[in-house]
């Protein structure tokens, strides 16, 4: 530091420099010395406690629905569980499983992964409902996160800007959609909406890696074979990919657009020709 008047002499407290922001110099004068320290600025100090806060505050309703659901499932099939994995439990246990019945219609949807997460958790827990209660629970969390993720893309206003994804989080883990948190049934709606939702995210990232553009064509499979309505984000991904990357990566863009188109065609025929008897 320099002095007040000639022939001063001046001691300056170290302080990190990262943390120079949050401390403003102060000055003190002892015995003829000028002693320069760094202050602790309160609101600085607050900041960084909001922030070390934050991941408890965004996963708290994702706690306590857990233990929502931990407290009110019930160990019982129920309703639609009666028709999509329980008729294949015989076939399991006797190891004469068939594509049949891998490739089951429930409704207007082919469920084909919902049913092999189902039946691979009935292998390996005997068919237990909680199982697949917990395991839709998890793909539910799994799509919260990625629109924590495509929230962080808005770059919102202030230091915590996260926390304007807190209503987000309150109202996707909201108890009012009971049936959907303890209905084993609905792993076809969490698979397919938590490989929609991956496959979007990764449209937008494709342009920086072709992994990135497998996954999301192999998630946008996963969702289209899991509810009817999963065919949508062949369309959307389209959009995506058409706008992802900016200016600067046409020719990269070109070829990701005609690789999801093709890729999209192919999964329809499917979808539509592979339609087992109902």
């Not at 863009?253 to 592979?274: H, Q, T």
């Amino acid at each position: 530091g320099q002095s007040a008047r000639p022939g001063a002499r001046t001691l300056v407290h170290p302080c990190p420099a990262e943390e120079v922001a949050d401390y403003p110099l102060e000055s003190h004068r002892v015995f003829g010395w000028r002693i320069t320290v760094r202050k602790q600025n309160d609101r600085g100090a607050t900041q960084r406690l909001l922030q070390a806060a934050l991941p408890v505050i965004l996963l708290l309703p994702v706690v306590i629905t857990f233990l929502y659901v931990r407290a009110f499932s019930v160990e019982l099939p129920y309703c639609d569980d009666w028709g999509i994995v329980i008729p294949q439990l015989p076939h399991l246990g006797t190891g004469s499983l068939v594509w049949s019945d891998l490739n089951v219609q429930h409704n207007e949807s082919l469920i084909l992964f919902p049913q092999l997460v189902g039946l691979a958790a009935a292998r390996l827990a005997g068919y237990r409902a909680f199982v697949s209660i917990y395991i839709s629970y998890s793909f539910l969390c799994g799509s919260l996160f990625v629109l924590f993720l495509l929230c962080q893309r808005l770059r919102l206003p202030g230091r915590p800007g996260v926390l304007w994804f807190l209503p987000v989080s309150v109202f996707f883990m909201s108890w009012r959609q009971s049936e959907g948190l303890l209905w084993s049934a609905h792993l076809v709606n969490t698979m397919a909406l938590f490989f929609s939702l991956l496959a979007l995210y990764c449209c937008i990232h494709a342009h920086r890696s072709s992994y990135i553009f497998a996954a999301a064509v192999v998630s946008a499979w996963i969702a289209t074979f899991s509810m009817a309505s999963g065919v949508l984000v062949w369309a959307i991904g389209w959009i995506y990919l058409a706008v992802s990357g900016g200016l600067e990566l046409p020719k990269a863009r070109r070829r990701y657009v005609a690789g999801w188109s093709l890729a999209g065609v192919a999964c329809i025929i499917c979808f539509l020709l592979d339609r087992p008897a109902y």
